[in-house]
């Protein structure tokens, strides 16, 4: 009963931005953690942004210094804002979110269904 809903992906040229967003809803008692991937066609899955344990941020190398990871708590929304997009950048990009859906239950991982973002030379 918990959806992940991504949005924001599109055409956009090379050196353009984009913002993603991704809507955690359902039965939600707390969210620990909201992050970022992506997959390029006949690649696997890779890491694009993840908050880390000790309260910083992994980023990939490949978006450091372009891409933002950002949180609206209140919301329940995690945003990418990606800078300088490149053509190597498109790919379909899928949040993930651990969360707790009752006061003493375990953490589910869940996954949003994806958004497609491509980047034109």
């Known amino acids: 009963q918990v959806q992940l809903v991504e949005s924001g992906g599109g055409l956009v040229q090379a050196g353009r931005s984009l913002r993603l967003s991704c809507t955690a809803s359902?039965?939600?008692?707390?969210?620990?953690?909201m992050g970022w991937y992506r997959q390029a066609p006949g690649k696997q899955r890779e890491l694009v942004a993840t908050?880390?344990?000790?309260?910083?941020?992994k980023y990939a190398d490949s978006v450091k210094g372009r891409f933002t990871i950002s949180r609206d708590n209140a919301k329940n929304t995690v945003y990418l804002q990606m800078d300088s997009l490149r053509p190597e950048d498109t790919a379909v990009y899928y949040c993930?979110?651990?969360?707790?859906?009752?006061?003493?239950?375990?953490?589910?991982?869940?996954w949003g269904q994806g958004t497609q973002v491509t980047v034109s030379s």
């Open positions: 993930d979110a651990f969360i707790r859906t009752s006061i003493s239950g375990p953490v589910y991982h869940y």
């Open positions: 908050p880390t344990s000790g309260g910083s941020t």
């Open positions: 359902g039965r939600i008692f707390s969210i620990n953690t």
